[in-house]
C-alpha cells in the first residue's frame, strides 16, 4: 500500500499546484430604496474580449455571493433580477488587483431607471425546451483544435471518460448525432473525438425514442441519450482533418488519420488506423458486429445463431493479449430537393491479429470435495471484415415515408491455440493433465434488406406502418484437433492416455423472411392502441462434421458420436396490443404480444425428427411520471421467454475440449424472464446538482441450468435441464449524487453507491451416494465511491475512489470461498503550461484480497503520462511524449464464478512504451484560408 499512499500524495500536489489561485470576487444583491436582499438574483461573469460565459451563480438568502479561482484578465459582472433593470460593471483580476468586493450593489426597479447600462439579446449558455436541455457553444471557452469531447466537458452534468464514455445527466450516451444524422454509425466516439468543437454551434441532449415510437406517437419505452452535435452554418462548408503518427519502444506504434469534407448538407469523411497500442479501431469495440455465428438460437421473434465459446472460432478482442489493429472507413451522406430524399452509406474495412498468453484457475466445486485445475492457454488469432451499408430515406408525400437499409458482411479468421491443464483432487493428488493444438479457419457472409413503409391517415394519431425484411447469414469453418489427456488414480500412477486426432467441418446456412403490421388506433386524445401482427419465417441449415484420421494426416472416418446434420424450420405468427395512456406528466403503456412457434427440426444422421409447438407470452407495462423536463420517475416491466439452443438441444456432443464434453436434451422447455426496471432522475442546471437511482432485477421461472457429472478421471459432461421449484435471480442498483461546490471552489462532489449480485443454480451428480444434488451459487458485490472533478479553461481533473466488497460462493463448498474488501480509484488531469505546453496524466488502481478460494492477492496501479508542445498560433502541429504504464505493472486479472465453479483468470497486456508522436491538424471552412 506504500505505492498507493505516494500516489494519493502526489496528486494531491499536482492538483494543489494546478489550482493553487483562488481570486475571490464577492458582493450582495440589493434594492436599498426598499431595505430588501435580493436573494435567487442571477450573476454572471463574462469575458470582456468576447462576452462567453465565464461563471454564474445564485445569490444566497442574504442577497451575497462570492467566485473562487479566478483567472487573470478583463471581464463583465452582469446581475440580473425579475422587474429590476440589468447592472453591468467591467472589472480585472491581475496581479496588482487579485480580488474584486463590489459591496453592495443597489439594483434599480425598470420605473427607477435612469442612465443604468442594459445588456439585451446576451445568448443563455442553458436552455430547457420541452424535454431537450441545449447548450449554447458560443458561451464556452475553448482552446485551439479541442475536439468536441473537449466542449462537452465543460458542460454541467456531462463527464467523459479517458476512454471516450459519455454520461449526461446520470445516463450513459448511447448515440451521437451530426445535424441529426448518424455518422459512421453509432460510434459515439468516432465524432467527439474527431469533430472540432469550433465547428459546434449548440449541442442538444435528449432521449431518442425508437423509429416505431416516434412515429406512432406511443412511447414504447425504448430511449437512447442522445447528444445531437448542430454546427454552425458556415462551418457546413469546407474540410478538416488530423494526422496522428507516433512510434515507440519496443516497436509500439499507432497512426491515425482522418478527413473531412463538408459541403452544406453533403458530408464525405473518411479514416484510417494502424496500432498495436490497444486502439483497435475506431468503432471497432462494437463485437456484436464483428462475432463469429456458430450456434442456433430460438428467441421470440426467431431464430439465430450465436457463438458461445465452444466451437472453434475465434478472432475478438476482449482487452486480453497484444493486439494489432488495421481499419479504414468512408463515409457519405447528403440530402436534396428540400429534404425529401437522404441517403446516408458507410464503408468499412479492418484487419486484427491478437496473441494472448491466458493462465486459468478453476475451483471446482462436487458434493465429495473438489477439482482444482490450472491451466495455461497460448493463442493467436487473425480475422479480415469488410462492412458496407446504406439507409435511403424518401417522403413518398405529405403523410407517408420509406425508409430502406441495406447491409453486407464478408468476414474471414483463423486462429491456433495450444493449450495445457494440470488437475488435482483437493488433496493435491493428480486426477489428469491434458495438452491439446486447435485450429480453424472460418467464412462468413452476412446480407440484411429491411424496408419500413409509414401511412398517416385523415385522423389526427391514425396511422399504421407496415415493414419487410430479409437476414441471410452463411458460415463455412473447418479446424483440427490434436490431443493428449492423461488419467491418474488417487496413488499418482498413471492409469491411461488419450490420443485424439479429428479434423472438424462446419456449416451453417440462415436464411430469415419476416413482416410485420403495426396499427394505431386513438381513442380519445389522451388513450391509444397500437395493434401489431407479424409473420417471420426460418430456415436453417447447421451441418457439422468430425473425421477421425484413419492415417497420419488422411481425416475419411466420419465420427457420428461428435457429428450432425441438422436442419430446422421455424414458422411464427404474433399478434400484440398495447395500450396508451398520456396526459400532462403522466405515460402509461400495458399489453401484451402473443407469439405461436411451430419449430420443426430434423437430425439425418439418427433419423431424429422434433417437432415442437408453444405459445409466448410477452407482457410489458411501463410507467413514467415527469415532474418536470428535468425530473422523472419510470418503471418498466418485461416478460419473455428463453428458448433452448440448438447446441442444448441436439442429442449430440462436442468434444473441442476432451474433458469438458456438453451433451443435448431434446426434452428441454422454455424458461420464462420477468424483467424490473425503476429509474429516479432530478437535476438542476444552475447549481449542477444531479440525484439518480436505477435498480433493475430479473427472476426466472423453469430456468435452464447445467446438470453435470464429472467421472472419477475429472472429466465433466455438461446437459442442460429445468430447474424446478428455484428462482435464479439477478439485481443491480446504482444511485449517484453531486453538485458543484462554491465553498470548495467550484469543485464538483459526488457520491456513488451500487450493488450487484445474483443466485444461480445447477445440478452436481454425487459419485458417492449416486444422487443428483443441486448447488447454489451466490455472487454479490457492493460499495461506495466518492469522486471529485473541475474542468476549467486550462486545467482539469477528476478524481475518483472507493472500498468494494465482492464475494462469490457454491454451497457445495461453501467453506472454500471467495470474499473480501478490494478498492479501485481513477484519477485523470491535464494542465496547460506556457509557452503552449500542456501535461495529461491518467492512473488507475486495483487491489483485490486473497481468500479462502485464491491464496494470492492483487494489486496494480497503472499511470500514463503526456508532455505535449503545441506550435503556431492555432496550435494546428502538436510534438507529444508519452509514457504508458509508467510502473510497469499492467497485468490482466479477473475472477468470477461460473455454475460450480469458482474462476481466477491472468493474461498478457499491453505493458510499458514510451512513444514520440507528431500531430497535425487542418482546417480549411467557410471559405477561409487554411488555418496553421
Known amino acids: 500500500m506504500k505505492k498507493t499512499l505516494l500516489t494519493v500524495i502526489a496528486l494531491l500536489l499536482f492538483t494543489t499546484i494546478a489550482f493553487a489561485q483562488n481570486h475571490p470576487v464577492q458582493g450582495i444583491v440589493a434594492d436599498i430604496s426598499s431595505n430588501a436582499k435580493l436573494k435567487n438574483a442571477t450573476i454572471s461573469v463574462l469575458n470582456a474580449k468576447d462576452s462567453t460565459l465565464y461563471k454564474f451563480t445564485r445569490a444566497a438568502q442574504d442577497g451575497s455571493f462570492s467566485f473562487q479561482n479566478f483567472k487573470n484578465g478583463n471581464f463583465i459582472l452582469l446581475v440580473t433580477y425579475p422587474d429590476y433593470a440589468d447592472f453591468v460593471n467591467k472589472f480585472s483580476i491581475d496581479s496588482a488587483n487579485k480580488s474584486m468586493d463590489f459591496k453592495v450593489i443597489d439594483m434599480k426597479t425598470k420605473a427607477k431607471l435612469l442612465n443604468e447600462v442594459i445588456i439585451k439579446g446576451q445568448a443563455a449558455a442553458i436552455k430547457i425546451k420541452g424535454d431537450t436541455t441545449e447548450f449554447n457553444a458560443g458561451a464556452y471557452k475553448i482552446q485551439p483544435n479541442d475536439r468536441v469531447e473537449d466542449l462537452l466537458k465543460k458542460f454541467p452534468g456531462v463527464t467523459v471518460d479517458a476512454q471516450g464514455k459519455i454520461t449526461a445527466q446520470g445516463k450513459a450516451v448511447e448515440k451521437v448525432l451530426v445535424d441529426g444524422e448518424e455518422f459512421f454509425g453509432d460510434d459515439p466516439t468516432l465524432v467527439t473525438k474527431n469533430l472540432r468543437a469550433d465547428m459546434v454551434d449548440k449541442v442538444q441532449l435528449f432521449e431518442k425514442a425508437s423509429d416505431q415510437a416516434a412515429f406512432t406517437g406511443v412511447d414504447d419505452g425504448q430511449k437512447k441519450q442522445t447528444l445531437n452535435i448542430v454546427l454552425k452554418e458556415d462551418k457546413k462548408q469546407g474540410y478538416f482533418g488530423k494526422i496522428d503518427a507516433g512510434y515507440g519502444t519496443d516497436d509500439f506504434y499507432q497512426i491515425q488519420a482522418m478527413i473531412n469534407k463538408f459541403k452544406n448538407k453533403e458530408k464525405i469523411a473518411a479514416y484510417f488506423t494502424s496500432s498495436n ?138 486462429n491456433e491455440s495450444v493449450y495445457k491443464s494440470n488437475s488435482k483432487r483437493g488433496d493435491d493428488t493428480r486426477i489428469n493433465n491434458s495438452e491439446r493444438v486447435t485450429t480453424n479457419e472460418a467464412k462468413q457472409q452476412l446480407f440484411n434488406l429491411s424496408a419500413l413503409y409509414t401511412k398517416k391517415l ?13 437476414n441471410y447469414n452463411k458460415t463455412n469453418s473447418d479446424g483440427f484437433l490434436n490431443s493428449e489427456n492423461n488419467f491418474y488414480d488417487t496413488n499418482d500412477a498413471l492409469t491411461r492416455t488419450e490420443e485424439i486426432d479429428q479434423l472438424k467441418d462446419n456449416n451453417i446456412i440462415i436464411n430469415k423472411l419476416s413482416s410485420n403490421f403495426t396499427y394505431n388506433e386513438p381513442f380519445s386524445k389522451f388513450f391509444s392502441l397500437v395493434a401489431s401482427y407479424g409473420l417471420s419465417f426460418t430456415s436453417n441449415d447447421a451441418h457439422k462434421k468430425t473425421f477421425d484420421a484413419s492415417a497420419p494426416n488422411q481425416y475419411d472416418q466420419l465420427n457420428s458420436e461428435f457429428s450432425n446434420n441438422f436442419q430446422a424450420d421455424q414458422l411464427i405468427n404474433q399478434i400484440g396490443a398495447i395500450f396508451s395512456y398520456k396526459k400532462g406528466k403522466t405515460v402509461v403503456n400495458f ?164 450493488a450487484n449480485g445474483s443466485k444461480n443454480y445447477n445440478y452436481v451428480f454425487n459419485r458417492t451416494s449416486q444422487l443428483t444434488e443441486l448447488n447454489t451459487t451466490t455472487s454479490s458485490s457492493y460499495g461506495p465511491s466518492i469522486n471529485l472533478s473541475k474542468y476549467g479553461e486550462k486545467n482539469n481533473f477528476y478524481l475518483s475512489f472507493g472500498p468494494r466488497y465482492n464475494s462469490q460462493e457454491a454451497s457445495l463448498q461453501s467453506n472454500v470461498n471467495n470474499k473480501g474488501w478490494g478498492y479501485s480509484g481513477y484519477f485523470d488531469a491535464s494542465v496547460k503550461l506556457p509557452k503552449k505546453i500542456s501535461i495529461w496524466i491518467l492512473s488507475e488502481y486495483t487491489y483485490q484480497p486473497s481468500s479462502q478460494s485464491f491464496d494470492n492477492s492483487f494489486e496494480r496501479l497503472l499511470v500514463n503520462a503526456t508532455l505535449t508542445k503545441a506550435f503556431f498560433k492555432q496550435e494546428s502541429l502538436k510534438f507529444s511524449i508519452s509514457a504508458n504504464d509508467i510502473l510497469d505493472e499492467n497485468k490482466g486479472f479477473n475472477r468470477y464464478a461460473s455454475g460450480s465453479s469458482i474462476i481466477q483468470t491472468t493474461y498478457n497486456n499491453i505493458g510499458q512504451y514510451f512513444m514520440f508522436s507528431l500531430i497535425w491538424d487542418f482546417n480549411k471552412m467557410g471559405g477561409g484560408a487554411p488555418k496553421n
Open 458 to 470: 385523415k385522423k389526427v394519431g391514425r396511422n399504421f406502418s407496415i415493414s419487410l425484411a430479409q
Open 591 to 754: 399489453g401484451t404480444k402473443t407469439s405461436f412457434v411451430n419449430f420443426d427440426q430434423v437430425e439425418k444422421y439418427s433419423n431424429q425428427t422434433f417437432n415442437r409447438n408453444f405459445i409466448n407470452w410477452l407482457p410489458q407495462a411501463m410507467y413514467q411520471y415527469k415532474f418536470s423536463a428535468q425530473k422523472s420517475f419510470t418503471f418498466n416491466y418485461n416478460g419473455s421467454t428463453t428458448q433452448p439452443t440448438v447446441n442444448q438441444l441436439q442429442p449430440v456432443r462436442t468434444n473441442d475440449d476432451p474433458l469438458n464434453i456438453p451433451e443435448g436434451n431434446p426434452l428441454l422447455k422454455p424458461a420464462y424472464n420477468n424483467r424490473f426496471n425503476v429509474r429516479y432522475n432530478t437535476y438542476k442546471v444552475l447549481t449542477n446538482q444531479n440525484f439518480y437511482i436505477s435498480g433493475s432485477g430479473n427472476f426466472i421461472n423453469n430456468a435452464i441450468v447445467s446438470s453435470n457429472v464429472t467421472d472419477t478421471e475429472g472429466r465433466t459432461i455438461y446437459r442442460s435441464v429445468n430447474l424446478d421449484g428455484k428462482l435464479p435471480y439477478n439485481y443491480n442498483i446504482y444511485s449517484g449524487f453531486s453538485r458543484k461546490m462554491k465553498f470548495l471552489a467550484d469543485l464538483n462532489v459526488g457520491l456513488n453507491l451500487s
Open 277 to 414: 497500442t490497444g486502439k483497435t479501431g475506431l468503432g471497432w469495440d462494437d463485437a456484436s458486429k464483428y462475432g463469429s455465428s456458430s450456434n442456433m438460437e430460438m428467441t421470440d421473434d426467431g431464430m439465430m445463431f450465436m457463438s458461445y465459446g465452444d466451437e472453434l472460432e475465434g478472432g475478438q478482442y476482449w482487452g486480453e493479449g497484444i493486439p494489432i489493429a488495421h481499419n479504414g472507413g468512408i463515409h457519405y451522406e447528403n440530402k436534396w430537393k428540400n429534404d425529401k430524399h437522404a441517403l446516408n452509406t458507410n464503408y468499412k474495412v479492418g484487419a486484427l491479429n491478437v496473441k494472448t498468453n491466458k493462465n486459468t484457475i478453476n475451483q471446482n466445486n462436487l458434493p465429495d470435495g473438489y477439482i482444482n485445475t490450472n491451466s495455461d492457454d497460448d493463442k493467436e488469432s487473425n480475422m479480415f471484415r469488410q462492412k458496407i451499408d446504406a439507409t435511403y430515406n424518401v417522403k413518398l408525400d405529405t403523410s407517408s415515408t420509406l425508409k430502406i437499409v441495406i447491409d453486407g458482411t464478408i468476414k474471414n479468421s483463423d
